[in-house]
């Protein structure tokens, strides 16, 4: 299994750029998550879904939209990118066993904007 | 809603010593507990978790953490450290009925030979 794969693992967007991040798993999983990471920060929800068509937002969704149309695939898509949406993007996925759960983690996009 | 806090940003510890990692949750009822563990360059790995039975959780690599309720508390524990440990831990607390878990800010750990 490769587990959970992100692509790409570095880019450079200028300001009102748009563009997507890719996440896959192959695990089956029912629940994906992004997030973002900042130094001082933590990791920060974005957006997460919890099954294929049903997605949600997190903590900072603004500026970001998701969607799920594939149990696999949970990409995260910046509209209109802006420098404080420079940060390292993290996928995560776990099992939808109906409580918090072990979440497998991607190897994260580090993004800037310029 | 619950929240975690690590009060630690850094940690120093000579290779070879002992090591604590703190973690205070606040939620009202049992939680479920994590810690992950972030080498440099890398996304986060699951060292241990805890949901419910014995408060002494063993994770991999060595660690062990241990619930105290009374003080809201999952410290993060390792009797030697390698130079290998130095990296950032998370601590990440979740809600029954809820997928979520919350996390941390972090403790980085430098190792020192």
């Known amino acids: 299994n490769a587990g959970v794969t992100q692509t790409p693992k570095f880019q450079v967007l200028k300001t009102g750029q748009s563009m997507t991040l890719q996440c896959a798993q192959d695990m089956n999983h029912e629940y994906m998550s992004w997030y973002r990471q900042d130094p001082g920060m933590g990791l920060r929800l974005i957006h997460y879904s919890v099954g294929a068509g049903i997605t949600d937002q997190g903590e900072v969704p603004n500026g970001y939209n998701v969607s799920r149309s594939t149990t696999e695939d949970f990409p995260l898509r910046l509209l209109s990118a802006a420098p404080s949406q420079t940060s390292v993007y993290f996928c995560?996925?776990?099992?939808?066993?109906?409580?918090?759960?072990?979440?497998?983690f991607g190897p994260g996009t580090r993004l800037t904007v310029l | 809603a619950q929240s975690v806090t690590q009060p630690d940003i850094h940690i120093t510890v000579s290779e070879g010593a002992s090591l604590e990692l703190r973690c205070n949750y606040s939620?009202?009822?049992?939680?479920?507990l994590f810690w992950y563990v972030q080498s440099p360059g890398q996304g986060l790995q699951l060292l241990l978790k805890?949901?419910?039975?014995?408060?002494l959780v063993q994770g991999i690599k060595g660690f062990e953490a241990e619930f105290k309720r009374s003080q809201s508390s999952f410290n993060l524990r390792k009797p030697s450290v390698h130079w290998s440990d130095a990296a950032e831990y998370f601590c990440a607390v979740g809600a029954r009925g809820s997928y979520i878990p919350t996390f941390g800010r972090g403790t980085s750990l430098i190792v020192h030979p």
């Open positions: 805890y949901f419910s039975g014995d408060t």
């Open positions: 995560a996925s776990g099992r939808g066993s109906g409580r918090p759960d072990t979440q497998y």
């Open positions: 939620y009202g009822a049992t939680p479920y």
